[in-house]
DNA sequence: CCTTGAGTTGAAGTCGACTTCAACTCAAGG
DNA sequence: CCTTGAGTTGAAGTCGACTTCAACTCAAGG
């Protein structure tokens, strides 16, 4: 078993694209050796890292933010199942934090279903401080919870 | 109590920024009357519009498909509750569909934090396949499955 | 009548996460 | 030795959903 994965392995075993593992290194979140050609040459133990990159943004991290979580890792070993499942564990409260989100919104459509409403006001639907993390590009604006007042 | 809102007006009740109020009808999801003076003039029931927009979104929907969902209203009347709860109702599926998919990564994270491994083989965990609908931005691509390698 | 705030436009900028491109060099197989 | 595929770089492009800007006009109140 080979020591060193180059950039295309590395690419085919973790399903990301060279240009991204590229752009991964350049934001710090992966490392690699270069070889006398100036070839990358990644350390078996850089898949688990890309591993946990892909599933922390399944759970709606930005890479800034798990660039951070990384750098919490040992640097002087190669981490451990601890380490890894310490920084796994640490998504969880996001994670159960979006389902609630979500699952509140699904029953606040269930009932305007019913009522067929869709009111801003009335319906708990549109609930402006409720930002699902991540849900959107750009900045969500804090919104200032609208003046009661009907909609039609 | 007035029949149509200036887009200042627009904007506070629904919380909406003026800027993306325009934009949103440069793309066709909502409208608006002009004065004399070329000033936008909304009807009360575009009210009703920008709270489905809004709620969609939340819902991970595309402003593109949104505007779609919103041309199967008729456009001959006031859409009445029962088109509104017709055009939410759409969008359940999605919803359980995402909240399914969370719930699983949730499981999933919880076993691999048991355990510890972390591995892209090992786990259902990382699992490409399953792409969480608008959740990054980008092409998501459809990865190739990995082969049945071990991670370190 | 004047000022001020609200509105108008088209063009350009922003943000995050990448991809694409051009112009190279290097590695491996026949 | 030659070819081909894989790798390298920096710069620019892309996508969706907006925001910001400059240079205006218009509306309302005192």
Chains 1, 2 share one sequence.
Not at 13 to 41: C, F, H, K, M, W
Not at 61 to 79: G, H, N
């Amino acid at each position: 078993m080979q020591e060193s994965l180059t950039i295309g392995e590395l690419s085919v075993r973790s399903g990301v694209a060279p240009s991204a593992l590229r752009y991964y290194e350049r934001l710090g979140l992966i490392r690699a050796d270069r070889t006398g050609g100036n070839q990358r040459r990644y350390a078996r133990a850089e898949l688990r890292r890309v591993a946990f990159i892909r599933i922390s943004q399944q759970v709606g991290v930005s890479l800034d933010e798990i660039r951070a979580a990384l750098e919490s890792l040992p640097d002087a070993r190669t981490p451990s199942p601890q380490d890894w499942a310490r920084l796994s564990a640490s998504w969880r409260g996001r994670l159960d934090e979006k389902i609630r989100l979500l699952s509140k919104l699904r029953d606040d459509l269930d009932g305007c279903i019913g009522c067929g409403c869709l009111s801003m006001q009335r319906c708990t639907l549109y609930n402006p401080g409720d930002a699902l993390g991540g849900e959107g590009p750009g900045a969500r604006l804090m919104l200032p919870r609208p003046a009661a007042d009907e909609v039609a």
